[in-house]
């Protein structure tokens, strides 16, 4: 039996279906109840896969993750437990690539608040536009893997000045100049993250490193909300200290109805979509469910399909 804590595309789970029953959970977080008949649980961006909740199946062989960030699961207690970690790494870079780019461009030429304005009437209010190019910007790109690999040579399109940080202690292949994350933070008009969250990136952007960037400097976040300190944020954008800020991620989602960041004019944000195009939902879902029904059928799945 496999358990979804979420539903996946209707293809995809008749691939799973042809090789186990599956168990639909009514809350991702919710408790389940125990089960010897459980081999998989399989989840998406909301479901947690814990400790706990691996406890409660004696027999689960693997664990499935429909997408490619990997903290909403224990993977240490996995590992331990000797349960392989089925995911899908580089499948989304190609969108959440374009919608990092879409956002910079709305944020940088002001579209969102003049599509407001001409669907209100507002024509006039032309004459009051300001808004920035991205040819000749700096752009610095924190997290050079798949996404960010793409996000520059997109940038690098438009005619944007790429830097990219360098890992502290840790070479890295590239064709763009490399600086210490304090130093591009210092040179960079636009930053724009692409990393993981783990222990060591988690707040990677607080009060200091925005205290170095330029005051018309703009922050752009397809990774994970947590990775910056939104308090320290919300501060610097209504002081004008900082230029601007786009995301598709927050660290709380969906953000209170209280939000500072809502209700600020240079921010803009989208709810957490940028993976969810039909094509590469599509192929992401089938990608997971393929993996998981060759570990189920005792076949060697795709080798980096599985999180080492």
């Not at 599509?115 to 024509?123: I, L, P, T």
């Not at 591009?184 to 990393?195: N, Y």
Request: aromatic content about 4%; some cysteine; overall charge neutral.
């Amino acid at each position: 039996m496999i358990l979804l804590l979420e539903n996946m595309h209707p293809e995809a789970e008749a691939l799973l279906e042809r090789c186990e029953p599956l168990l639909r959970a009514a809350d991702p977080n919710g408790p389940q109840a125990p089960s010897s008949d459980v081999r998989a649980i399989l989840t998406r961006g909301r479901g947690w896969i814990t400790k706990t909740l691996m406890d409660s199946f004696p027999h689960l062989r693997l664990i499935g993750r429909v997408g490619v960030g990997l903290d909403n699961l224990d993977t240490k207690e996995a590992a331990r437990r000797n349960i392989p970690v089925i995911f899908a790494p580089g499948l989304n870079a190609r969108t959440v690539a374009e919608h990092t780019l879409a956002l910079m461009l709305d944020l940088m030429r002001r579209i969102t608040p003049w599509v407001n304005a001409s669907a209100e009437g507002r024509w006039e209010d032309r004459g009051q536009y300001q808004g920035a190019e991205l040819a000749g910007l700096t752009l610095g790109v924190v997290g050079y893997g798949n996404i960010g690999r793409r996000v520059a040579r997109l940038a690098n399109a438009f005619e944007m000045k790429v830097v990219v940080a360098a890992r502290s202690g840790k070479a890295i292949e590239c064709e763009y100049p490399t600086l210490p994350l304090e130093d591009l933070l210092s040179a960079a008009d636009v930053v724009t993250l692409h990393l993981p969250l783990t222990n060591e990136t988690k707040g990677i952007i607080g009060k200091d490193q925005i205290a170095r960037m330029k005051p018309t400097a703009c922050i752009v976040n397809t990774a994970r909300g947590a990775h910056i300190d939104q308090a320290a944020l919300c501060a610097s954008l209504l002081a004008d200290r900082l230029g601007g800020f786009a995301a598709d991620v927050l660290e709380v989602e969906p953000p209170s109805a209280d939000d500072p960041l809502l209700r600020c004019p240079r921010v803009v944000l989208t709810p957490h979509i940028s993976a969810l195009t039909s094509t590469t939902y599509r192929q992401t879902c089938i990608f997971i469910a393929e993996n998981v029904v060759a570990v189920l059928e005792g076949r060697s799945p795709v080798v980096r399909s599985v999180f080492r």
